[in-house]
C-alpha cells in the first residue's frame, strides 16, 4: 500500500522532530524542511500529497510559499500551523490557496484527524467525470474546471465546493451539509468559512452572466440557473 508523503515545513526543530515522529507513526511517509525556500524546493523534488506549513518561518513566511505555489498551478494541499489565531489571518491563508488552518497550540491528534479530512477532500471521486450548469463544466477526470469555454484555476477546497454544489444542482445545501461533505469535520464548530469559500467561488465563476451560486437566507446554497 503506497504511503501518502507529508511535506512538513517548520523551523523549530525540536516541533519538527516531534511532529515527523508523529506523522511517521500514524502511517505518512514524512519529508521534514526547516525554511520557506527548502519547502519550494521539496515540493518539485518529493512531490508530496500534502503541506503542512508553519506560517511564521525565518526566510519566506507561510503566506508567501503558498501564493508562489498556487501562482504556478501547484494544486498541492495545504494546511497551515500558526500562532495566530485572528480571523484576518485565518482569511489571509485560505485566500492565498491553503486548505485548513490549525492554531498552535494543538493536540497530535487533531492534525492528524485534520490531514486526513484534507486528503480525503481533495481526493474523493465524483461518480460522474463531467459534471455542468449552463457554461460551467467541472471535469474530474481532467481536474479541470471551465466557465463560457475558459479555464477557471480553482484551489483543491474550492474545486471540492464547487464539485458538491453541480452534484445537488437544484437542491438548496446548508452550512452544515456542505461542512460534512467538503471538510468532512466541524471546522471549528464555523460554518463562516463556507461562507468565505461561497465567496471566493462567485469572484471567480460569477462574474458574467447567468449567475449560477445562489444564497437561500437562512437556509444555505444553490447552485442553478436563475429562476423566471
Known amino acids: ?13 525540536h516541533l519538527r522532530s516531534m511532529l ?3 506523522l511517521r507513526h500514524s502511517g505518512f511517509d514524512v519529508r521534514p524542511v526547516a525554511s520557506g525556500r527548502a519547502a519550494l524546493d521539496a515540493v518539485a523534488d ?3 500529497d500534502l503541506i503542512v506549513l508553519d506560517v511564521m518561518l525565518p526566510d519566506l513566511d507561510g503566506f508567501a510559499v503558498c501564493q508562489r505555489l498556487r501562482s504556478t498551478g501547484d494544486r498541492t494541499p495545504v494546511l497551515f500551523l500558526t500562532a495566530r489565531d485572528s480571523t484576518e489571518d485565518k482569511v489571509k491563508g485560505l485566500t492565498l490557496g491553503g486548505d485548513d488552518y490549525l492554531v498552535k497550540p494543538f493536540s497530535l491528534e487533531e492534525l492528524v484527524a485534520r490531514i486526513e479530512a484534507v486528503l ?3 481526493g474523493a471521486e465524483t461518480d460522474s467525470a463531467v459534471l455542468s450548469c449552463a457554461d460551467l463544466v467541472l471535469d474530474d477526470n481532467a481536474h479541470l474546471v471551465t466557465r463560457g469555454g475558459r479555464e477557471v484555476a ?10 458538491y454544489l453541480l452534484t445537488n ?12 461533505h467538503v471538510w468532512q469535520y466541524d471546522f471549528g464548530g464555523d460554518g463562516g468559512v463556507v461562507a468565505i469559500y461561497r465567496g471566493y467561488l462567485r469572484k471567480k465563476l460569477d462574474q458574467v452572466d447567468p449567475r449560477l451560486i445562489h444564497t437561500v437566507r437562512g437556509v444555505g446554497y444553490s447552485l442553478r440557473l436563475p429562476r423566471g
Open 169 to 180: 444542482q437544484g437542491r438548496v445545501v446548508s452550512k452544515s451539509q456542505i461542512l460534512d
Open 120 to 122: 480525503r477532500r481533495t
Open 154 to 163: 480553482l484551489s483543491p477546497t474550492e474545486y471540492n465546493l464547487l464539485r
Open 20 to 22: 515527523e515522529a508523529a
Open 46 to 48: 518529493a512531490r508530496p
Open 1 to 13: 500500500m503506497t504511503r501518502e508523503t507529508i511535506l512538513l515545513v517548520d523551523d523549530e526543530d
